[in-house]
């Protein structure tokens, strides 16, 4: 069974900072390309930043220079360390998992529960 769990969300002032942390299971989590989505009420999903297996990394135009992903194959983790937050990064913080399973064809994906950032004096 695949699980993704996120921690690490929080309250925080705008120009602070939180890392996000997601563990893995079920999958071998070095060979998957994993992803951070946000969810604010009304709006659609929005992808955040994207790692693959590789480690390259990529991020949306509203966080390039203030987010940061990054992975620790060992410890089956993804991160998301954010920095000079603002109130519009209040949202509910997904983890996203895309893998192959071994012996079938296609690419499968999984999500996370999510973590609530909420960016507020």
Request: hydrophobic share 35%; with cysteine.
């Amino acid at each position: 069974q695949v699980q993704l769990v996120e921690s690490g969300g929080g309250l925080v002032q705008p120009g602070g900072s939180l890392r996000l942390s997601c563990t893995v299971s079920g999958i071998t989590f070095s060979a998957a390309a994993m992803d951070w989505y946000r969810q604010t009420p009304g709006k659609q999903r929005e992808l955040v930043a994207t790692i693959t297996t590789d480690r390259t990394a990529n991020y949306a135009d509203s966080v390039q220079g203030r987010f940061y992903i990054s992975r620790d194959n060992a410890k089956n983790t993804l991160y998301l360390q954010m920095n000079s937050l603002k109130p519009e990064d209040t949202a509910v913080y997904l983890c996203h998992a895309v893998f192959k399973r071994p012996f079938l064809l296609g690419t499968y994906d999984a999500w996370g529960q999510g973590t609530q950032v909420t960016v507020s004096e």
